[in-house]
């Protein structure tokens, strides 16, 4: 089974199977945790694909505006509740997202720049939450040492139980530089090159991407 974390680079934002007020991107509503349940990936995102090529089950566990607090949480529950061998493809984005838990509202909350003061007020009523955490709590090279943590955590775990993994960052250097990288992270500029995409892939773009991932794993 291939079994997919990442952003909306793995939601397949974008693509023209999603229904257009997905991407409605004035709409702060549209990227609510909270929203998941209603919210289906695109067929036609690289993970489908990859199951069409290898004819195998996908589960696509990409989210818009997702961090990647957010993909190792839901890597390790999924861990956690498995019983198959599978394949692991996981998408890090932007360190400098994060995510917090809001127990009012029993959900995981994302913290994303781009939303940072479009909000009127936060969960708790005292300024907008991901303005309040980029002034105050955020520190960049601890943010990308977080990553690091991440990579080299589910390298381990997924050692440890059996399970294959590929990782890949779709980001330039000047995005992130770290040294030290697991093995089973793909290079990333040759990562960026072969998808060719701005803010998102196309849908070209995503059936390069597949290809590419599908002839690194072993069935």
Known sequence: MIVSF???????????????????????????PQKEKYHKPSKKSYPYIIGELLECDVENNGWRGGSNDRTFRKFFEHLLITNKRNTYIIQWTYPFRTEIWYSEGNYYWGVVPSFAGQLEEDLRGRGDISEIYYKENFDEEESKKKLLR?????????????????QFLPLGKEDFDLENLPKTLLNTDKIRNLVNFEMHPTEKGHRRLAEYLTRRIKC
Not at 18 to 29: A, C, I, V
Not at 150 to 166: N, P, T, Y
């Open 6 to 32: 990442g952003c909306s680079f793995t939601f397949g934002d974008d693509l023209d199977d999603l229904p257009k007020w997905y991407n409605d991107f004035e709409d702060e509503r549209n990227f609510m």
């Open 150 to 166: 991440f990579m080299w955590s589910v390298d381990a775990l997924c050692e440890k139980f059996g399970h294959q993994l590929i």
